[in-house]
């Protein structure tokens, strides 16, 4: 258990809706991350953060804004969610440790339904 | 850039048969490289990670990986499975840009044990 916490965890929402997932850790992690799962392509980064306010883009982020004002805390933001948003979003966190590089440990889920 | 390819999106298996799940990477760099597994409606649980100290690598669940780089190869395997073993699995190789270390996923294998 990595201590990681998403909520909601089940939601559906309306074209058009902002959307905030919320992504909480209780281990202090420097490194955390947001990816979405869709069938057949995967698990693919939408953004991460390496720290408070430091933040990046990953792969798929259009469509997408996030926030850490602290570091227990990374939230992911659908401004405006279309139908294409409907996925099954996690969090990760990344630890690190000397000679073994980092591993990344995933939360539970937030399952997205825009309609 | 690095990338991951899993051969199959589908493995089914019988009850005691050996499991092999395929996964080839591409790094520019010395791999870490990693095995997740996903079990209906649930996050990824780390099932065993490569980080350069052995070439084969013991996992939970009695899963094994064997690092071949000449093949650029990070197969999964099982010497016997079991119904539980059903569930998808994800290869994933860790990729460094800027400094912020995040995984790049495979596609996925759904593996289908029969009794």
Known sequence: ?115 | AQSVTQLGSHVSVSEGALVLLRCNYSSSVPPYLFWYVQYPNQGLQLLLKYTSAATLVKGINGFEAEFKKSETSFHLTKPSAHMSDAAEYFCAVSATQGGSEKLVFGKGTKLTVNP
């Open chain 1, 1 to 115: 258990d990595a201590g990681i916490t998403q909520s909601p965890r089940h939601k559906v929402t309306e074209t058009g809706t902002p959307v905030t997932l919320r992504c909480h850790q209780t281990e202090n992690h420097r490194y955390m991350y947001w990816y979405r799962q869709d069938p057949g392509h995967g698990l693919r980064l939408i953004h991460y953060s390496y720290g408070v306010k430091d933040t990046d883009k990953g792969e798929v982020s259009d469509g997408y804004s996030v926030s850490r004002s602290k570091t227990e805390d990374f939230l992911l933001t659908l401004e405006s969610a279309t139908s294409s948003q409907t996925s099954v979003y996690f969090c990760a966190i990344s630890t690190r440790t000397p000679n073994s590089g980092n591993t990344i440990y995933f939360g539970e889920g937030s399952w997205l339904t825009v309609v």
